[in-house]
């Protein structure tokens, strides 16, 4: 069993809370059988209302939210797309709380959901097994960077581990 | 231009970690030889990943992971940074070594930053030449949302590097702030086309090591690239100007940073060392193995998949490590797999690697 070593308050402690490496995949659990699906893609986009356009006035999607981005400086909008949601987030040069440095339109992030909360820890103790980058998100969601993805298939998009329904759309895998 | 100035450091910081990392050599010097040797095979790859920055596979800086696994699926870039930083600790570790037998007075020597430059771009990670070696005579600045910092024109690096190096080699203070000092200067000076991140946290390093009793700080950079949020908000903390402008610059945050990251990777070390020795004993006893087989064991478990080439560090004989090694395979307790393409790597490129059977 594999320790985890914490801090509180710069107080150090060991925790004994463990994570389990026995071996490469070796100790750690396998994944639920089953993947419930993509929850959600994020593209960054170059025009907002455009894009809007595109998907609800012309393919005919409902718009089910849209507002400021959230993790980064500009707006997004999220779209329905009948089994999971696109979301359209336009990343501004300028403004709080951070500015996106490469603002280049692109697939951004594949969100999949997860059975469950524990489901998803395991997906992410069997990432990190696998020498992964791993990082966590507000809402408790495993975000693999792009960082992280680009050495497996080449090409920068981040993937989100999320269990399903564990909130609304917009975590970014560029953050 | 004038270099950045060299901060003072609460005199509590510096024994904190001094006596942080007197407990880790105390642990490490009474450790059995062939644990300590588990310990450095481990800290040392970390460290290269560091250096390199690949990012560490966990980036919680409250809930760090004792053995984490090494880092896989790396573009090219990642690997021919890797095979540069690797370059730098072999170059470091040899230094240390020299110093030790009394041969050099110094880890650090003022053709460190350019020998650190040139085996760290040598490899061209990021696919263009970028001058290997030599200081840059072009501007650089980064895109205003990145930074707004402006760096010095080329044509002052060169007496920059020298001053901040003269500080850094011959100012009375600890070596800690020395070190961290350096590497926020060089950071701020920017002297290279490319690399100087790499570059300035291997001086750390070069620095650090002449002011600890094992010649190697194991426990910094690890913490840098864990709290890499910490490390960049250190380095702007002192840059709260338009451009360079040494006199109005200030170091203190980064130091202050740089002596309690290692204060605290000293401290991790020492946990990470008693784990590894506790491991070791649980397999020498469970599976009624001797210390080495069992630290081989281990060390396997580390690696999830390990190459021969990867235990090489815990043998000072290869005959005498491949006899432990067939003895532990034809016992079924290690076996040999093909490794998993993403582990396979420009600095390890087995194919075949040994799994822990229990």
Same mark, same amino acid.
């Given at each position: 069993m594999n320790m985890v070593w914490s801090t509180e308050d710069d107080r150090r402690t060991m925790n004994d809370e463990t994570v389990?490496? =026995?071996?490469?995949?070796?100790?750690?659990?396998?994944?639920?059988?089953? /993947?419930?699906?993509?929850?959600?893609? =994020?593209?960054?986009?170059?025009?907002?209302?455009?894009?809007?356009?595109? /998907?609800c006035d012309v393919l005919g999607c409902g718009l089910l939210a849209r507002g400021p981005a959230g993790l980064i400086a500009g707006e997004q909008a999220i779209i329905d797309v009948g089994t999971m949601t696109v979301t359209l987030l336009a990343a501004a040069d300028s403004g709080e709380p951070v500015v996106l440095p490469d603002r280049t339109p692109r697939l951004a992030s594949i969100e999949l959901a997860t059975s469950c909360a524990a489901d998803t820890a395991v997906r992410c103790l069997r990432a990190m097994e696998a020498g992964l980058i791993v990082a966590t998100g507000r809402r408790g969601e495993v975000v693999l960077p792009p960082e992280a993805i680009e050495g497996a298939i080449g090409w920068r998009v981040g993937i989100v581990l999320a269990a399903a329904h564990a909130g609304d759309g917009g975590s970014s895998g560029e953050l | 231009m004038i270099a950045p100035h060299l901060p003072p450091l609460d005199a509590g910081l510096v024994v904190e970690h001094e006596q942080a990392h007197d407990a880790f050599a105390e642990a490490l010097e009474h450790a059995p030889p062939v644990v300590g040797r588990l310990f450095v095979m481990l800290q040392r790859r970390l460290i290269v990943e560091s250096i390199a920055y690949v990012q560490p596979v966990n980036s919680r800086i409250d809930q760090q992971v004792l053995t984490p696994a090494p880092r896989s699926f790396l573009t090219e870039t990642h690997e021919l940074r890797m095979e540069g930083a690797n370059a730098v600790f072999r170059h470091l570790d040899?230094?240390?070594?020299?110093?030790?037998?009394?041969?050099?007075?110094?880890?650090?020597?003022?053709?460190?930053?350019y020998v650190f430059h040139a085996l760290l771009e040598g490899p061209a990670p990021s696919g263009i030449d970028m001058n290997p070696g030599m200081l840059r005579a072009y501007p650089f600045d980064w895109t205003p949302e990145e930074n707004m910092f402006m760096h010095p024109p080329g044509r002052e690096c060169p007496a920059l590097v020298e001053g901040a190096m003269d500080?850094?080699?011959?100012?009375?203070?600890?070596?800690?702030?020395?070190?961290?000092?350096?590497?926020?200067?060089?950071?701020?000076?920017?002297?290279?086309?490319?690399?100087?991140g790499r570059t300035s946290r291997a001086l750390y390093m070069a620095v650090a090591a002449d002011g600890l009793r094992l010649g190697m700080d194991w426990g910094a950079l690890e913490q840098w690239a864990v709290d890499r949020t910490g490390y960049?908000?250190?380095?702007?903390?002192?840059?709260?100007?338009?451009?360079?402008?040494?006199?109005?610059?200030?170091?203190?945050?980064?130091?202050?940073f740089g002596t309690k990251t290692s204060t605290y990777g000293a401290h991790l070390c020492r946990a990470r060392l008693a784990n590894m020795a506790e491991r070791v004993a649980a397999v020498s006893e469970a599976r009624g193995v001797d210390i080495r087989q069992a630290t081989i064991v281990v060390a396997v478990q580390l690696y999830r998949v390990a190459a021969r080439s990867q235990l090489a560090p815990l043998s000072v004989d290869a005959d005498d490590l491949d006899g432990v090694l067939e003895g532990l395979i034809s016992s079924g307790r290690l076996e040999w797999v093909l490794r998993p393409p993403s582990m396979r790597t420009r600095l390890v490129p087995d194919e075949h690697g040994l799994v822990d059977r229990g």
């Amino acid at each position: 069993m594999n320790m985890v070593w914490s801090t509180e308050d710069d107080r150090r402690t060991m925790n004994d809370e463990t994570v389990n490496d =026995e071996t490469v995949m070796l100790g750690v659990p396998p994944p639920a059988p089953e /993947f419930p699906g993509i929850a959600s893609i =994020e593209l960054l986009i170059a025009d907002l209302d455009a894009a809007v356009a595109l /998907f609800c006035d012309v393919l005919g999607c409902g718009l089910l939210a849209r507002g400021p981005a959230g993790l980064i400086a500009g707006e997004q909008a999220i779209i329905d797309v009948g089994t999971m949601t696109v979301t359209l987030l336009a990343a501004a040069d300028s403004g709080e709380p951070v500015v996106l440095p490469d603002r280049t339109p692109r697939l951004a992030s594949i969100e999949l959901a997860t059975s469950c909360a524990a489901d998803t820890a395991v997906r992410c103790l069997r990432a990190m097994e696998a020498g992964l980058i791993v990082a966590t998100g507000r809402r408790g969601e495993v975000v693999l960077p792009p960082e992280a993805i680009e050495g497996a298939i080449g090409w920068r998009v981040g993937i989100v581990l999320a269990a399903a329904h564990a909130g609304d759309g917009g975590s970014s895998g560029e953050l | 231009m004038i270099a950045p100035h060299l901060p003072p450091l609460d005199a509590g910081l510096v024994v904190e970690h001094e006596q942080a990392h007197d407990a880790f050599a105390e642990a490490l010097e009474h450790a059995p030889p062939v644990v300590g040797r588990l310990f450095v095979m481990l800290q040392r790859r970390l460290i290269v990943e560091s250096i390199a920055y690949v990012q560490p596979v966990n980036s919680r800086i409250d809930q760090q992971v004792l053995t984490p696994a090494p880092r896989s699926f790396l573009t090219e870039t990642h690997e021919l940074r890797m095979e540069g930083a690797n370059a730098v600790f072999r170059h470091l570790d040899g230094r240390a070594e020299m110093k030790r037998i009394g041969a050099i007075e110094l880890v650090i020597s003022s053709a460190t930053p350019y020998v650190f430059h040139a085996l760290l771009e040598g490899p061209a990670p990021s696919g263009i030449d970028m001058n290997p070696g030599m200081l840059r005579a072009y501007p650089f600045d980064w895109t205003p949302e990145e930074n707004m910092f402006m760096h010095p024109p080329g044509r002052e690096c060169p007496a920059l590097v020298e001053g901040a190096m003269d500080l850094a080699m011959n100012a009375p203070a600890p070596a800690c702030v020395r070190a961290a000092y350096l590497t926020f200067a060089m950071l701020s000076i920017h002297p290279f086309a490319d690399g100087n991140g790499r570059t300035s946290r291997a001086l750390y390093m070069a620095v650090a090591a002449d002011g600890l009793r094992l010649g190697m700080d194991w426990g910094a950079l690890e913490q840098w690239a864990v709290d890499r949020t910490g490390y960049i908000g250190a380095l702007q903390a002192g840059q709260r100007v338009e451009r360079y402008r040494g006199e109005d610059m200030n170091a203190a945050a980064f130091v202050e940073f740089g002596t309690k990251t290692s204060t605290y990777g000293a401290h991790l070390c020492r946990a990470r060392l008693a784990n590894m020795a506790e491991r070791v004993a649980a397999v020498s006893e469970a599976r009624g193995v001797d210390i080495r087989q069992a630290t081989i064991v281990v060390a396997v478990q580390l690696y999830r998949v390990a190459a021969r080439s990867q235990l090489a560090p815990l043998s000072v004989d290869a005959d005498d490590l491949d006899g432990v090694l067939e003895g532990l395979i034809s016992s079924g307790r290690l076996e040999w797999v093909l490794r998993p393409p993403s582990m396979r790597t420009r600095l390890v490129p087995d194919e075949h690697g040994l799994v822990d059977r229990g």
